[in-house]
């Protein structure tokens, strides 16, 4: 079964803070996804990545960054926390298809 | 116009029924259908994939796809209150890119 680890399952930050929040795959997954989910906007697309330093914006990417230095590993990057980036943050990987989820982290923006 | 819709519901049926939800998707061109299935609280989790048209059943689930009219649904037979939860429907238009809807609940009643 693929395994999706994210970091933290809820996270509680103050606005201005730089917070990371981290993503693990076991499956050697080429491709890697950030979304996060609001209530009545589903899943929007924040950004994602095809391969080891590969990054492709999606369709929210203002105000985050990521990194994926090792194929494994992808991280989302909120370089300056605003209340509006309260939100479920799911990361997801897949080979050719489908997207396989984590159990997404709860952040609050304080 | 969105690019895959879904009724939000909720949509409540009688435990032992069959529910049927659905999706439609814009994108002629996209070659393959997902059904994920999320608790409240929770990250979505994978209960189908379909790409050729027609249906295709696992369990209790039948996927049904009609490229033609652009049309994808999901049917569950002998719901169980267990089947509560939001339905996504994702659509696969190639580069990697999956779109989502934004979700039916559904609600079934003991």
């Known amino acids: 079964d693929v395994k999706v680890t994210q970091s933290s399952r809820y996270l509680v930050k103050r606005t201005g803070e730089k917070v990371f929040l981290e993503c693990v795959q076991d499956m050697d997954h080429e491709n890697m996804f950030w979304y996060r989910q609001d209530p009545g906007l589903g899943l929007r697309l924040i950004y994602f990545?095809?391969?080891?330093?590969?990054?492709e914006k999606g369709d929210i990417p203002e105000g985050y960054s990521v990194s994926r230095e090792k194929k494994e590993r992808f991280s989302l990057i909120l370089e300056s926390a605003s209340t509006n980036q309260t939100s479920m943050y799911l990361c997801a990987s897949s080979g050719l298809q489908p997207q396989h989820f984590g159990d997404g982290t709860r952040l609050s923006i304080l | 116009q969105k690019e895959v819709e879904q009724n939000s519901g909720p949509l409540s049926v009688p435990e032992g029924a069959i529910a049927s939800l659905n999706c439609t998707y814009s994108d002629r061109v996209s070659q393959s259908f997902f059904w994920y299935r999320q608790y409240s609280g929770k990250s979505p989790e994978l209960i189908m994939s379909i790409y050729s048209n027609g249906d295709k059943e696992d369990g209790r689930f039948t996927a049904q796809l009609n490229k033609a009219s652009q049309y994808v649904s999901l049917l569950i037979r002998d719901s169980q209150p267990s089947d509560s939860a939001t339905y996504l429907c994702?659509?696969?238009?190639?580069?990697?890119?999956?779109?989502f809807g934004t979700g039916t609940k559904l609600q079934v009643i003991p």
């Open positions: 990545s095809y391969d080891v330093k590969m990054k």
């Open positions: 994702a659509v696969f238009g190639g580069y990697q890119k999956v779109t």
